[in-house]
C-alpha cells in the first residue's frame, strides 16, 4: 500500500496570507495527485488533478506542484471560503488508492 | 449535470449486512468511459477507498475489505451497489458513490453527498 502523509495537520492563517501544505508519497506516485476541499458535512470536491492541473471552476488562487513522492498546494491569497480541510491523494495503483490525513486551514 | 445520489439504512447491527445503493441521475450509467466507486470516511481512518466497479462488470476492491465487499451494477436502474457483511463497529462511516474515469489511473471528479452508516445494536 502506498501511505500518505500531509504537514501541517492544522494551519492557522488570515484572509490574504498565502498557504501551502506538504503531501508526501511513500513511494513515487509520478504525477498521480489529486487535491481535494472538504467542509463540515460535505463531500470533498476536486480542486486539482495530475498534481498540477486546475479543475474547470476552482479559483486560480489555487495551484499544486511536484512529482514523485512530494506535492505541495498553494493558496496564493487565502480568502473567507477557503477555510477547510484539504486532502491528497493518490492514485498510482488501486491497491487502493489512498488519501493523506488531512489538513485543516483555520481562522488565525 | 450528472449527479450522484446514496441510499440505504442508516442503522446497522454488528454481524449484519450493510447495503447501499447509488442512483446516478442526469446521465446514463452505461455511458462514458468511469469507474463507479465507493468511499468511506471514518474520524479514525479519513478517506478510504472501499472499491469499484467498471460497467462491464469488472471490481477492483480495497484488500483490507476485499473478503466482506461486493460492488454490483444495474444498468437497467441506472444504478450501482455496495454489499459489506459481517460489519462490526469499525464499519461506521459516512459512505460516499464517486465517479472517476475509466483509466488505471482515475481521480474522483463526482461524488455523492454521502450516506452515514451506523453500526450498533
Known amino acids: 500500500d502506498i501511505q500518505m502523509t500531509q504537514s501541517p495537520s492544522t494551519l492557522s492563517a488570515s484572509v490574504g496570507d498565502r498557504v501551502t501544505i506538504t503531501c508526501r508519497a511513500s513511494?513515487?506516485?509520478?504525477?498521480?495527485l489529486a487535491w481535494y476541499q472538504q467542509k463540515p458535512g460535505k463531500a470533498p470536491i476536486l480542486l486539482i488533478s495530475?498534481?498540477?492541473n486546475l479543475e474547470s471552476g476552482v479559483p486560480s488562487r489555487f495551484s499544486g506542484s511536484g512529482s514523485g513522492t512530494h506535492f505541495t498546494l498553494t493558496i496564493s491569497s487565502l480568502q473567507p471560503d477557503d477555510f477547510a480541510t484539504y486532502y491528497c491523494q493518490q492514485y498510482n495503483s488501486f491497491s487502493p488508492y489512498s488519501f493523506g490525513p488531512g489538513t485543516k486551514v483555520e481562522i488565525k | 449535470q450528472v449527479q450522484l445520489q446514496e441510499s440505504g439504512p442508516g442503522l446497522v447491527k454488528p454481524s449484519q449486512t450493510l447495503s447501499l445503493t447509488c442512483t446516478v441521475s442526469?446521465?446514463?450509467?452505461?455511458?462514458?468511459?468511469?469507474?463507479w466507486s465507493w468511499i468511506r470516511q471514518t474520524a479514525g481512518k479519513g478517506l478510504e477507498c472501499v472499491g469499484r466497479?467498471?460497467?462491464?462488470?469488472?471490481?477492483n476492491y480495497n484488500p483490507s475489505l476485499e473478503s466482506r465487499i461486493t460492488i454490483s451494477i444495474e444498468p437497467s436502474k441506472n444504478q450501482f451497489s455496495l454489499r459489506l457483511t459481517s460489519v462490526t463497529a469499525a464499519d461506521t462511516a459516512v459512505y460516499y458513490c464517486?465517479?472517476?474515469?475509466?483509466?488505471?489511473?482515475?481521480?474522483?471528479?463526482?461524488w455523492g453527498q454521502g450516506t452515514l452508516v451506523t453500526v450498533s445494536s
Open positions: 466497479i467498471y460497467i462491464d462488470g469488472s471490481t
Open positions: 442526469g446521465g446514463s450509467i452505461n455511458s462514458g468511459n468511469f469507474y
Open positions: 495530475k498534481a498540477s
Open positions: 513511494q513515487s506516485i509520478s504525477s498521480w
Open positions: 464517486a465517479r472517476g474515469l475509466g483509466y488505471s489511473n482515475s481521480w474522483y471528479p463526482l
